[in-house]
Structures are given as structure tokens and as C-alpha cells.
């Protein structure tokens, strides 16, 4: 596969085309986004001959989400703090595109929506230790795709966030021309944070009402709350997929399982320092020759 850049290029969008064995695919990629130090992810979108359609209509607008807990020190000092075998601790806050917004503070909109109109929301924690869950007043949340994969169009009001996770909701611009307050709290900590941004639908009337939607049970309710959902999680099979071509076709229900392979995080003092592994293997930093 050869990868050929087209002469348009800027700063914010660059697009590739490039060759495979049964298809030439163009693939635009959105550049990643920096807040404060926080990275977005990459978004790519594909025109494949042989793909099935995007299993929704095409939104008014598209906006990324990009929140996860903050803390005040810098990264030497918690590196230190980790190397003396304690924990990283709570963090300060929590932080929504760069920002960490308060009920009714003075935070200007990061998002604008029309009546009636239909918007893409896609919505990453790039934290380092912090679930989060997230909520919009008075609207509920489509998922649509989950890490790159169209999902089953189930809706919610609330969806967590864990680390590392990404996922696209659709909302419907559907209440009255108000402000309303997009809402991210901590999840099983023992001091909740709250962190909010405003959403501002055109011709807006009135500032966000200060009674935020109620955060999903903590404690063991919580957990099985959170567990619950992730599990009415599934892949929509019928999007997205690759079609039957002469190099053969997935059958996704007829997978012979002949290996499972089990992940399991764990946390143990290495040597005086605390680490964090997968499968007993954690990550040390490579010697430079």
C-alpha cells in the first residue's frame, strides 16, 4: 500500500489517497487538536467502494468533546510521587476542552445548535486515572459508534466515559432556544468533581438552568450501574462492514473460538516505586544507546 499526498495541504486538514489490492480509497484526516496539553484523537473518513453507507444521516455539524481529569502539579512532580510508591492522589479538577467551567460562572458556549437540527458529539477521556460520566441537560444521547465502529443505536441520558475511550453520540437540537450546560463528573471517587460547558442553541433566550441532571448511583450500585451499561453495548454488523468480494467474506456469527486471551491491569510497588501492569508487564522506558 502506497500512500500519496494530494497537493492540497494546511495546517488543519490534510487528505491522502492511496491504493490497496481490490480498492482505491480516499481518506481525509483531521490533524489532532492540542487543549492545555490534552491531545484529540485522529478522525478519519472514508469513501470506500464496497463499504456499506454511515448507518445515520449526515449531521449539521460535528464537535469534539475532549475531557479528562487535571491535575495542578506537572508531570516531573508526579513522576516523583509515583517513584516514591505513592499514588498519584486526587486530581484538581476536570477539564472540558482545555477549560474547567462552574455553574453559573461567566463561561462563554463552545457549542452552538439550531432548533431541529441534528449534532454529531464526539467525546474522548484523555484523562490519566479518572472515569468520568457524561450528560447533557435536558437531552439525550444517541451512541452511534464506540473506538471506530459503528454501534446499535441505543439512547441514553447519561454515558460513561473511562479512560482511553472514545465514542459518537448523536443530539437532537429538540428543547426550547436556551443555554444548557453539557456536564462531566468524576465516577467512583471519593470527592466527586463536576465540570461544565455551555451549549448555546441560536436565538437562545435564557443563561442554563443551575439544577444539573442527577449523576448515576455511586458505591456497588454504581459499579453495577456502569458494568451494565458498557454491556448493553453492540456492534452494529450490518454497517461499515467489508462486503463479499473474490478474497472471500466475514461471517462475524460463525467465528470458531479456538483461544481466549485475558487482560487483567494489576498495581504493585516495583522496587520501592509504584507501578501498573497488564498481565504483570509494565512499561519501562527504553535506554537510549
Request: hydrophobic share 35%; with cysteine.
Amino acid at each position: 500500500m502506497r500512500l500519496e499526498p494530494c497537493a492540497q495541504y494546511n495546517r488543519a486538514q490534510t487528505t491522502f489517497k492511496f491504493r490497496s489490492r481490490t480498492r482505491l480509497e480516499a481518506t481525509t484526516i483531521s490533524q489532532p487538536l492540542a487543549f492545555k496539553g490534552h491531545l484529540a484523537e485522529l478522525v478519519a473518513y472514508r469513501s470506500i467502494v464496497g463499504f456499506s453507507s454511515v448507518p445515520f444521516d449526515a449531521p449539521a455539524d460535528e464537535y469534539f468533546v475532549i475531557a479528562g481529569d487535571w491535575y495542578n502539579k506537572g508531570h516531573k512532580s508526579l513522576q516523583k510521587q509515583l517513584d516514591s510508591g505513592r499514588s498519584l492522589g486526587r486530581p484538581d479538577g476536570i477539564q472540558i476542552n482545555g477549560k474547567s467551567g462552574k455553574v453559573g460562572g461567566s463561561n462563554e458556549p463552545i457549542f452552538n445548535m439550531e432548533a431541529g437540527k441534528t449534532y454529531r458529539y464526539r467525546v474522548c477521556n484523555v484523562g490519566m486515572k479518572t472515569s468520568l460520566n457524561f450528560r447533557i441537560q435536558g437531552h439525550s444521547l444517541k451512541l452511534v459508534e464506540m473506538e471506530g465502529s459503528h454501534t446499535v443505536q441505543n439512547v441514553y441520558d447519561s454515558l460513561d466515559v473511562h479512560i482511553g475511550q472514545c465514542f459518537s453520540v448523536l443530539v437532537e437540537a429538540n428543547q426550547e432556544p436556551n443555554d444548557y450546560y453539557m456536564v462531566f463528573s468524576s465516577r467512583f471517587t471519593k470527592q466527586p468533581l463536576t465540570s461544565v460547558a455551555v451549549i448555546r442553541y441560536a436565538n437562545g433566550k435564557n443563561s442554563p438552568s443551575s439544577e444539573l441532571p442527577a449523576p448515576p448511583p455511586e458505591t456497588a450500585t454504581g459499579i453495577a450501574w456502569s458494568i451494565n451499561q458498557f454491556r448493553s453495548f453492540r456492534w452494529n454488523l450490518t454497517a461499515s462492514a467489508a462486503r463479499p468480494n473474490p478474497q472471500g467474506s466475514y461471517h462475524y456469527g460463525k467465528i470458531n473460538i479456538t483461544r481466549t486471551i485475558k487482560l487483567v491491569n494489576s498495581r504493585n510497588n516495583v522496587d520501592g516505586k509504584l507501578r501498573y501492569a497488564i498481565n504483570g508487564v509494565s512499561h519501562v522506558e527504553p535506554t537510549t544507546p
